[in-house]
């Protein structure tokens, strides 16, 4: 019974790169949420996605941040032309519905820009 | 805004007692988690709490007032791998995402 999958789980890439997480929930759970980690700091929620829909992205930069979450495949977070603040570690949870206790987080993918 | 409070740091030694307090803003509450996150590491759950009251769970209590705004996470009998991030983080109105607090670090000592 496969968890919450992320990968990568290491990405560089260089500044005015596109970088893409994806996020696989664990099997049965159709709600989806992004987090990012600064060095030093707590999780900061970014956005929280049902299969096709944004629910809440009141998180998300305005800007060259992206996600969706298809009918079919993982969830993806897209940050276009990435700059070295965006360096963080992203973790995606995913749960049953919006009340469910059994929120499982991924190990998570560790963005280094150069 | 929907500030979440707990200390930065603690340190305790091996065998002890620890208490990690958290407060929060009460309107819209609806639900308290804990999670430990060691570094490098995606958080863990450790406890849930939406009832007043306190929830045992092997070395691992968590307590919980929702009048007052605040939660305790208690850690006894403490070993060295229970350094870590200890995480409080509350789920406001509808549900959905969580509001995290900073994280305190616990450092136990032999």
């Known amino acids: 019974n496969a968890g919450v999958m992320q990968n990568p789980r290491h990405l560089v890439r260089r500044r005015g790169q596109e970088a893409r997480l994806r996020c696989s929930p664990m099997?049965?759970?159709?709600?989806v949420y992004w987090y990012r980690q600064l060095p030093e700091e707590g999780l900061k929620f970014m956005v929280y996605l049902q299969k096709e829909n944004i629910i809440d992205e009141s998180g998300m930069p305005k800007e060259r941040f992206s996600a969706e979450f298809p009918k079919e495949g993982p969830s993806i977070l897209r940050i276009q032309q990435v700059v070295r603040g965006d360096s963080a570690a992203y973790f995606c949870a995913s749960s049953l519905n919006r009340q469910d206790a059994g929120y499982t987080f991924g190990s998570g993918t560790r963005l280094t820009v150069v | 805004g929907q500030n979440i409070d707990q200390p930065t740091e603690m340190t305790a030694t091996e065998g002890a007692i620890v208490q990690i307090n958290c407060t929060y803003q009460t309107s819209g509450f609806n639900g308290l988690f804990w999670y430990q996150q060691h570094a490098g590491e995606a958080p863990t759950f450790l406890s849930y709490n939406v009832l007043d009251g306190l929830e045992e769970k092997g070395r691992f209590s968590s307590f919980l007032s929702r009048s007052k705004g605040y939660s305790y996470l208690l850690l006894k009998e403490l070993q060295m791998k229970d350094s870590a991030s200890y995480l409080c983080a509350v789920i406001y109105n509808q549900g959905g995402k969580l509001i995290f607090g900073q994280g305190t670090e616990l450092s136990v000592k032999p």
């Open positions: 099997k049965g759970h159709s709600h």
